[in-house]
C-alpha cells in the first residue's frame, strides 16, 4: 500500500473539499483505506491553528472549530498522526539549511517514513527533486 506525506496547505484545501485531482485521488485512496496519508504532528498543528484563525482557503470559508477539523482529518478522516521522533529529527538535521522549519518537517518526515511522495503545492520542496503531488 502506498504512503504519502501531507503537508497543512493540502490538508486545509481537503477540509474544504478544493483539492486537485490528483491530491483528491490519493485522499480518497486513504478514505477507502487503499493508501495511506501520514502528516507531522507539527502540521496537524498549523492546520488547527488556521482553523481557528484564518478566514477562508482557496476562497472557501472555514467554518468548525479545531477540534472539529481534527476530528474530520485524523479520528473520522484519511490522515494518520506521524509524531516527530528521534529518525525524523536526525532527517531534519540533514536537510535544515535548505528548507523553512516548516518545510524542513515535511522533507523530513516523508525522508524517516519512505513514503512515496509529499502532498503539496511546496514549489520549493519540489525544486529540491522531492517527490510531490498536487494537480
Not at 486545509?12 to 478544493?18: F, H, S
Not at 502528516?39 to 498549523?46: G, H, I, M, R
Given at each position: 500500500m502506498?504512503?504519502?506525506?501531507?503537508?497543512?496547505?493540502?490538508m486545509?484545501?481537503?477540509?474544504?473539499?478544493?483539492l486537485p485531482a490528483d491530491a483528491d485521488r490519493i485522499f480518497a485512496a486513504a478514505e477507502a483505506g487503499e493508501a495511506v496519508i501520514q502528516?507531522?504532528?507539527?502540521?496537524?498543528?498549523?492546520v488547527l491553528y488556521s482553523v481557528g484563525h484564518d478566514?477562508?482557503?482557496?476562497?472557501?470559508?472555514?467554518?468548525?472549530?479545531?477540534?472539529?477539523?481534527?476530528r474530520a482529518l485524523v479520528e473520522n478522516g484519511p490522515v494518520s498522526v506521524a509524531p516527530v521522533d528521534?529518525?525524523?529529527?536526525?532527517?531534519?538535521?540533514?536537510?535544515e539549511s535548505e528548507?523553512?522549519?516548516?518545510d524542513g518537517l515535511i522533507v523530513a518526515s516523508h525522508r524517516s517514513r519512505e513514503t512515496t511522495a509529499i502532498i503539496t503545492t511546496d514549489s520549493v520542496i519540489a525544486a529540491a527533486a522531492y517527490?510531490?503531488?498536487?494537480?
Open positions: 502506498q504512503s504519502y506525506t501531507a503537508d497543512a496547505v493540502s486545509l484545501v481537503y477540509l474544504v473539499d478544493a502528516a507531522p504532528s507539527t502540521a496537524l498543528a498549523e478566514k477562508s482557503i482557496r476562497g472557501v470559508s472555514l467554518t468548525g472549530t479545531p477540534e472539529d477539523a481534527r528521534d529518525a525524523e529529527l536526525i532527517e531534519y538535521a540533514q536537510v528548507f523553512s522549519i516548516h517527490p510531490t503531488v498536487w494537480e
